[in-house]
Nanobody, 124 residues
Framework: QVQLVESGGGLVQAGGSLRLSCAAS????????MGWFRQAPGKERDVVAA????????YYTDSVKGRFTISRDNAKNTVYLQMNSLKPEDTAVYHC?????????????????WGQGTQVTVSS
């Protein structure tokens, strides 16, 4: 069972930046695809970004393209989400997720393990 722990959330003004981290408990992390999802109050959980096992392939939802960057460090069992030019509509609980299949995944049901989430709040 892989455990995922997110960190780096917080309160930031619009236009600011945050870097989320997700640390995995298992070395098998390096074989997994990883994703970041977010859920705003009253809304469904949606994918934000995803990355394949090697880091060569990435996916971004349209609303964050050019502002967010997903990356991973397999030596540290960690995936990151750099968030720049934040907007109030980015406010949500952000979850990282791991998929045993290593190829790029961007649908919620394709992920096997989930973190508890970290709150990101962007003030206007």
């Amino acid at each position: 069972q892989v455990q995922l722990v997110e960190s780096g959330g917080g309160l930031v003004q619009a236009g600011g930046s945050l870097r989320l981290s997700c640390a995995a408990s298992e070395r098998t992390f390096r074989m997994y695809a990883m994703g970041w999802f977010r859920q705003a109050p009253g809304k469904e959980r949606d994918v934000v970004a995803a990355i394949n096992w090697s880091g060569e392939n990435t996916y971004y939802t349209d609303s964050v393209k050019g502002r967010f960057t997903i990356s991973r460090d397999n030596a540290k069992n960690t995936v990151y989400l750099q968030m720049n030019s934040l907007k109030p509509e980015d406010t949500a609980v952000y979850h990282c997720a791991a998929a045993r299949a290593g190829a790029l995944r961007f649908r919620e049901f394709e992920y096997d393990y989930w973190g508890q989430g970290t709150q990101v709040t962007v003030s206007s």
